[in-house]
C-alpha cells in the first residue's frame, strides 16, 4: 500500500524499511511535519504514517481525505495528536502501537529521576571543567522513600515494580484502578494524598482533557517541598522536573523547540532536566513500533480486522 511517512528520520527509514522488507509496501519517507500546508505530499497515498508532534487535527483529516488517505498509522502509544472523532467521521481508520517495550520509558524515567536527585548531569559538566566541588550535588536515598505513580498502566506498573525493587513504598493513582498492582505491592488512595506523600511523583497516563495540566500550581501547592516530578507521558501534562518553585506551571514542553522562551528558562534551571522525548528510544521498542506499523498497514490493505485501533474511531 503507498504510504507517505511523515516526520520521517534517518532511523525511521532505515527501520521501517527493514520492518517493510517482507510487506513490501511503497514507503514515501517525507522529512516534514504533517501540517495542513504539507498535507499535499501524501497525494496518490492510501496511507499516512505519523509520529507524535504530526498535526492530525480534522482541517489536516479533511485534506487528506480528499485525496484519498484512508488509514492513519501513528508510530507511537499516545494518539493526543489525531482527532480520532473526525477521522471517523471521514470514513478513515487510526491504528497506533499500542504495545511496545515499556519498559524503555519505565526505564528512562528511572533514569531521569536518579539523575536529577543526584545531579548527574550538573556533576558530570563540573568535571568537564575540572570542578570536583561537592557542594550542591547533594541528593538523598531513594531507599525508604513513597513514590507517586499517577498513571499504572503498562509503563507505570513497571516503573513501580522498579521502584519497589528500590525499597520505595509505593503509591497509586489511576482511573481504572488494576488489582494487579496491589498484588505488585502498591497502595491506591486519592490523587491528593498522593501528591502530599509523595518524594517522587512519575506520570504515567495519557495527555486527554481530563490529564492536561494534572499538575498546575493547584496541585504543586499540595507537594512536598524538595520532591522531584518525573514526566515521561506528555508535554501538556507538567513540566518534566519539579524541585520547590511551587507556583511554576508550564505546557507542551514535549512539542517546543529550542527558541521557545519556557524551554529556555527550563534547561538554564539546575533542578531540571529536560530531555527531547527520548524515553521510548531503544532497540526493542523501535523493533516493536515499526513491525507493528508495517503489520497494522497490511492488515487494512487485506481488510483484516485493525488490531490496534485507536479508541474512538
Ligand atoms: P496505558 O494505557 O497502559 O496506561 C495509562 C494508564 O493511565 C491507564 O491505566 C489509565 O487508566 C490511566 N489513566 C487514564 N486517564 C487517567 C486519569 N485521568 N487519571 C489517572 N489515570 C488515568 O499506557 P502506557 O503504555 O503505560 O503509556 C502511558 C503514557 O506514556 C502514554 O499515554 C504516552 O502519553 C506516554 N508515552 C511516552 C513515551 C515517551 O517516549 N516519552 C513513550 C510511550 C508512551
Redesign the pocket.
Known amino acids: 500500500m503507498k504510504t507517505a511517512v511523515f516526520s520521517a528520520r534517518r532511523y525511521d527509514q532505515s527501520l521501517l524499511s527493514e520492518a517493510n522488507r517482507a510487506a513490501g509496501h511503497e514507503l514515501l519517507f517525507i522529512q516534514d511535519r504533517l501540517t495542513p500546508e504539507t498535507a499535499a505530499l501524501a497525494r496518490g497515498c492510501t496511507a499516512v504514517c505519523v509520529f507524535v508532534n504530526d498535526c492530525v487535527d480534522a482541517e489536516v483529516l479533511q485534506l487528506l481525505a480528499d485525496q484519498g488517505t484512508r488509514l492513519v498509522a501513528t508510530r507511537?502509544?499516545?494518539y493526543n495528536h489525531i482527532d480520532a472523532a473526525a477521522a471517523q467521521r471521514l470514513g478513515m481508520a487510526v491504528v497506533r502501537v499500542s504495545d511496545y517495550s515499556?519498559h524503555s520509558?519505565a526505564e528512562f524515567a528511572v533514569g531521569l529521576l536518579l539523575a536529577v536527585n543526584r545531579k548527574i548531569a550538573r556533576a558530570s559538566m563540573r568535571t568537564r571543567e575540572g570542578n570536583f566541588e561537592l557542594e550542591g550535588l547533594m541528593g538523598f536515598d531513594l531507599h525508604g522513600k513513597t513514590v507517586g505513580v499517577?498513571?499504572?498502566?503498562?509503563?507505570?506498573s513497571i516503573f513501580a515494580r522498579i521502584m519497589l525493587g528500590f525499597g520505595c513504598t509505593v503509591l497509586g493513582?489511576?482511573?481504572?484502578p488494576?488489582p494487579a498492582f496491589e498484588q505488585l505491592g502498591g497502595r491506591y488512595v486519592p490523587v491528593h494524598e498522593l501528591l502530599a506523600g509523595s518524594d517522587v511523583i512519575s506520570l504515567?497516563?495519557?495527555?486527554?482533557e481530563?490529564?492536561h495540566h494534572?499538575v498546575d500550581a493547584a496541585s504543586l501547592s499540595h507537594v512536598k517541598r524538595g520532591a522531584i516530578l518525573v514526566n515521561?507521558?506528555?508535554g501538556g501534562l507538567a513540566i518534566d522536573v519539579y524541585e520547590q518553585e511551587a507556583s511554576l506551571f508550564f505546557q507542551d514542553l514535549s512539542s517546543t523547540i529550542i527558541t521557545d522562551d519556557v524551554i529556555q528558562r527550563l534547561v538554564s534551571f539546575p533542578n531540571v532536566i529536560v530531555t527531547g522525548?527520548?524515553?521510548?528510544?531503544t532497540v526493542e521498542a523501535i523493533g516493536q513500533i515499526m513491525a507493528t506499523t508495517v503489520d497494522s498497514i497490511t492488515a487494512f490493505e487485506r481488510g483484516a480486522p485493525l488490531l490496534n485501533r485507536v479508541p474512538g474511531n
Do not use: M, N, W, Y
Open positions: 507511537s502509544t499516545g515499556p520509558v499517577i498513571g499504572t498502566g503498562k509503563i507505570g493513582h489511576d482511573k481504572h488494576d504515567h497516563c495519557p495527555l486527554t481530563e490529564t494534572i515521561t507521558s506528555r522525548h527520548q524515553a521510548f528510544f
